[in-house]
């Protein structure tokens, strides 16, 4: 079972709950100052890149994984991996490629999970072997900086075009290596991107997949170590629009870092925009670290980020939560700070005019409960509790999951704010119901007669009940008329829903379609 609750009682925070490897091969990256990236038994490694090689295409062989799949996967000795190579970039690819920098085991393999039946490739595109002073594969920061944007000259590349990327001016010709962050953008359909050393066989690996048109995806390469977070912003505020927070990296680190490689994930986002991490108190770069394209998102991209003594700064453009995992470093001396600790101020705190209000659903309404808090409290509602448990109905639940009945009474006994009759209640039952009432119009009418009970004399607004399933739409009808003649305010989800909001099991939502289903009751209920 999976149940999400929302639950803001007082006060003006905003309460909710609910990469690429891109390794260029040309020779070093520039800086300053050298650096050794530490590999994570604590001895120094050096990298070498290498022409991008499958390791592994369950679609070839040996089929697509079962959920809970396990396995390991020979990596030294394949793809011109070295015998004493102690860890390998990667790319992994199940709906989008991303990112790795992995440790291989003493047997020189690495172990592969998957949660879910998906395919899986991966992709090796370089090594790191064992230094004690290492000359060639040192690892050099540079300040984030745009060298190609085919916006600003409109010339955007073709299907199944190549482009030449010059070597940036301020990366010295020797170098054999450059990490860079690729981000495609307006893409017309489903694709990929390759990205290769100049002059050399174009690989039959990807570096960037988009799985529809329009959206936006961002690569990075990265170093190894083991994960560590420091940052998740999910235990308190979201970094707020135009707002930034400090990430401590010391204590993952040490003093004598000067680059961090780190995966950054925002989650709950809010509209289009991209986060930016970078040397902590220093002048922010105008490049983005990871990108979203839409409310709701997850996306993680893995970077190498230069520190300073406090850290790294982490920033929104448009107001998300983000995630920080450290999964190695480089040695070296941390960038000097030249500015003050950034700011996070959110959104003025304005007192709530419509009322506390109390959203009981199944696992649509879970799959939508920071967007359904955030809408509320938009439209000038609050105290807010959003309640949704997957596989929930009216009546009927079980120890593990309670149905809408035992959800509404826990709720009023929960607090005082809770129980008494000025709580508006929005009610987003019924489509785990409509196969228990069977079209059965006397039984649809109990279920909705006994939730109308269990809430009492309070405003009530009922979400009604729409699917993809055209064998459902028979007792979604029935139910829907129940509904209404419950005397509940109907929110007219059947007739407004779009079916592009579906996801592929044509019951739940898109990304898309929980924002659409979130803004839709917000905006529905009486004030």
């Not at 000097?336 to 009981?360: E, F, K, L, M, R």
């Amino acid at each position: 079972m999976h149940a999400s609750t929302v639950n803001e009682i007082t006060g003006p925070r905003r309460t909710v709950r609910s990469a690429v490897c891109v390794v260029l091969a040309i020779g070093a990256i520039a800086s300053a100052s050298p650096a050794v990236p530490v590999a994570a038994n604590g001895g120094t490694t050096a990298y070498r890149p290498l022409a991008p090689c499958r390791l592994m295409d369950t679609r070839q062989s040996p089929g697509k994984p079962d959920p809970g799949w396990t396995t390991t996967l020979a990596v030294r000795g394949r793809c011109g991996v070295a015998a004493d190579a102690t860890a390998v970039a990667v790319t992994v690819t199940v709906t989008q490629a991303d990112g790795a920098m992995l440790s291989l085991g003493a047997d020189g393999n690495l172990a592969l999970f998957t949660s879910q039946g998906v395919h899986v490739i991966v992709d090796v595109s370089g090594e790191f072997y064992p230094t004690s002073s290492a000359t060639s594969g040192r690892y050099f920061p540079l300040t984030p900086f745009r060298h190609i944007d085919t916006r600003t000259t409109a010339t955007p590349l073709s299907p199944n075009g190549t482009r030449n990327i010059p070597l940036p001016a301020n990366v010295p010709a020797d170098a054999t290596a450059m990490a860079v962050m690729l981000t495609i953008t307006d893409a017309p359909t489903a694709g990929f991107v390759t990205a290769y050393p100049t002059g050399t066989d174009q690989p039959f690996t990807s570096a960037l997949n988009t799985d529809k048109a329009h959206q936006i995806r961002t690569a990075t390469q990265i170093v190894p170590a083991t994960p560590t977070r420091i940052l998740d912003t999910r235990n308190g505020n979201e970094i707020y629009p135009g707002g930034a927070m400090l990430a401590e990296t010391s204590g993952v680190t040490g003093v004598n870092a000067q680059a961090v490689a780190a995966n950054v994930t925002v989650t709950q986002s809010g509209p289009a925009g991209w986060v930016t991490a970078w040397a902590a108190m220093t002048a922010q770069p105008a490049t983005p670290a990871v990108s979203s394209d839409n409310r709701g998102m997850t996306v993680a991209n893995l970077n190498l980020i230069s520190i300073s003594s406090s850290g790294i700064t982490v920033a929104s453009t448009s107001g998300t939560h983000a995630i920080v995992d450290i999964i190695g470093w480089f040695t070296g001396t941390p960038v000097a700070t030249t500015t003050g600790p950034p700011t996070n101020s959110g959104p003025a705190y304005v007192q709530p005019v419509g009322g506390p209000i109390a959203v009981v659903g199944d696992s649509l309404t879970y799959g939508s409960a920071a967007q359904t808090a955030r809408a509320l409290r938009s439209n000038g509602w609050g105290p807010i509790c959003v309640d949704g448990a997957s596989s929930r109905t009216v009546k009927f639940g079980t120890s593990s999951i309670p149905d809408g009945l035992d959800a509404a009474y826990r709720i009023r006994v929960s607090s005082p704010v809770w129980n008494n009759p000025a709580i508006t209640w929005v009610v987003a039952l019924g489509t785990n119901d409509v196969g228990f009432s069977a079209g059965n119009a006397a039984r649809s009418d109990q279920y909705v007669a006994e939730m109308r009970a269990a809430i009492g004399p309070n405003p009530t607004s009922w979400l009604n009940v729409r699917t993809g399933r055209g064998d459902w739409q028979h007792q979604e009808a029935m139910f829907n008329q129940s509904i209404a003649r419950s005397g509940a305010d109907a929110i007219d989800w059947h007739n407004k829903m779009s079916n592009s909001w579906l996801a592929g099991d044509r019951v739940h939502l898109s990304a898309a379609g929980y924002q659409a289903r979130a803004d839709m009751l917000a905006g529905s209920v009486p004030g």
